[in-house]
């Protein structure tokens, strides 16, 4: 028997041991290599894993299912995600899994499934269940052969980027998670001046929680950089596909912020026009800022696997979430990749010489809360949304591509459900604290109204 709750909305995770076991990991090889039949598609299989205690069992009987079922696959070993994507375009791979518990606790662990250079989700990933269930799967003998992608990774990127055309002082926290395999070499092959925290690849994570978008988090990082006089702090998540922000006096620069940084640099070298994707909990200050520089503001759903279906959609330059998943296909291969949206900014920063606030300070500041995640039942959820959004499309323009998104004047307010918990999230945005205190309370109240605690729960 296999949990089903394993199987989530852009990935397969859970607890090691619990609920994802080795098991369970052999059954998803198995099941993997019917996906790949199903799309055509013949060739090896690109493994990677982070660093965390449970990877190496649950690589070995990953790969012990999918050898079973007939496919050859070429381990690239322990790896940041984005080095399992970039595997995806540089080795003679037809997909690829990443074993990866991304920014949850230790004990998690997990695999994102990649079917061509496209992820596997939502219903790909509950078909994939399905299969699994019926015990029935193909056989054969595959191989396996290691390859080492770190270094010519590194090359790639660092040709890309090309060195920094003046000096820059900057501290990277890996986090002790995967990104500390790769980043030394990558900043060290920058130039840039580099101090680097927690660079010892150490999946239990013994310092702090690697997740950049948790202000407690950031605490050391901000620490150093006041400290050393650096321009820029830099911390990435578990398997460094998520990137957080902190300017030279210590100040946290958000996932939305740094969206629009990024667009002005694009929107200058592409042109006007281009579609500049982001999520439902992002800034007004973001599509505002996009239009201003000539981009196409397009408001899109959160999921890292959502959002890179919507790049090729629009043919896309770029995209980002809130939550530091930066996307790039101008000038790089389309998929979220912290390493290298780290190097990007470094070069825009020490291209401008100026500081990322100073590059920052015409936007406009909003005061907002954070994601606010509010325990709700599974069964619940939908109908909240949808009767969120008929009572509030009453009374105000309403955006209803993920969740409820309600535009007040001089504010906005978002209720959405988890594709992966029992929650709902909200966000609040105003351009002063007694409006925010305002429209949260309107929200909240119609919450209470429903008999929803308003109270924000935990989760990952």
């Not at 619990?18 to 099941?31: M, Q, S």
């Not at 899994?97 to 004990?107: A, D, F, L, R, V």
Request: charged fraction near 20%.
């Amino acid at each position: 028997m296999i949990a089903p709750g394993i199987f989530r909305q852009y990935d397969i995770r859970g607890i090691y041991g619990k609920d994802l076991t080795v098991e369970a990991a052999e059954a998803i090889g198995r099941g993997y290599a019917i996906i790949l039949k199903e799309h055509g598609l013949s060739g090896a299989v690109a493994v990677g894993r982070d660093n965390r205690p449970s990877g190496h069992a649950l690589r070995d009987a990953l790969v012990k299912g999918l050898t079973g079922a007939g496919l050859d696959v070429i381990d690239i070993g322990t790896v940041p995600t984005p080095l399992l994507y970039w595997a995806l375009h540089n080795l003679p791979v037809v997909a690829g899994i990443q074993i990866t518990g991304s920014h949850n606790p230790p004990e998690y662990n997990g695999f994102k499934c990649c079917v061509g250079t496209g992820s596997l989700h939502g219903e790909g990933i509950l078909h994939l269940r399905d299969l699994i269930a019926t015990g029935v799967f193909p056989t054969g003998a595959g191989t396996v052969r290691h390859e080492a992608v770190v270094d010519r990774y590194v090359a790639d990127i660092a040709q890309r980027i090309g060195p920094l055309p003046q000096d820059l002082k900057v501290v990277i926290d890996c986090g002790n998670g995967a990104g500390a395999i790769v980043a030394p070499a990558l900043f060290q092959a920058l130039g840039a001046d580099t101090t680097l925290l927690f660079a010892e690849s150490d999946g239990t994570f013994p310092n702090h929680h690697p997740d950049p978008t948790v202000v407690e988090n950031l605490q050391d990082l901000i620490r150093e950089v006041r400290r050393t006089g650096a321009q820029l702090g830099i911390g990435f998540d578990g398997d460094a596909d998520r990137i957080g922000i902190v300017d030279g006096d210590g100040t946290i620069i958000w996932g939305d912020y740094l969206l629009l940084l990024y667009a002005r640099d694009v929107l200058q070298r592409t042109g006007a026009g281009q579609s500049i994707i982001f999520d439902v909990k992002c800034s007004q200050a973001l599509p505002d800022g996009i239009e201003r520089a000539g981009g196409r503001a397009v408001m899109w759903k959160t999921g890292h696997s959502l959002i890179k279906d919507k790049m090729k959609e629009l043919q896309a330059p770029l995209a980002g979430e809130m939550s530091g998943h930066m996307f790039f296909s101008e000038g790089f291969y389309g998929h979220d990749d912290a390493l290298y949206a780290a190097a990007r900014l470094m070069r825009i920063v020490a291209s401008a010489g100026r500081t990322v606030k100073q590059l920052l300070a015409d936007v406009p500041r909003f005061v907002s809360t954070p994601e606010l995640r509010i325990d709700c039942p599974d069964d619940r959820k939908t109908a909240i949304v949808q009767a969120a959004l008929a009572h509030f499309k009453a009374k105000y323009e309403v955006s209803d591509v993920d969740g409820v998104r309600i535009l007040f004047d001089g504010g906005w307010g978002l209720i959405r459900q988890s594709n992966t918990q029992p929650i709902l999230v909200m966000r609040f945005e105003a351009d002063s604290e007694a409006r925010l205190a305002q429209l949260r309370g309107e929200v909240e109240g119609w919450m209470h109204a429903q008999g929803i605690d308003t109270t924000p729960g935990t989760g990952h």
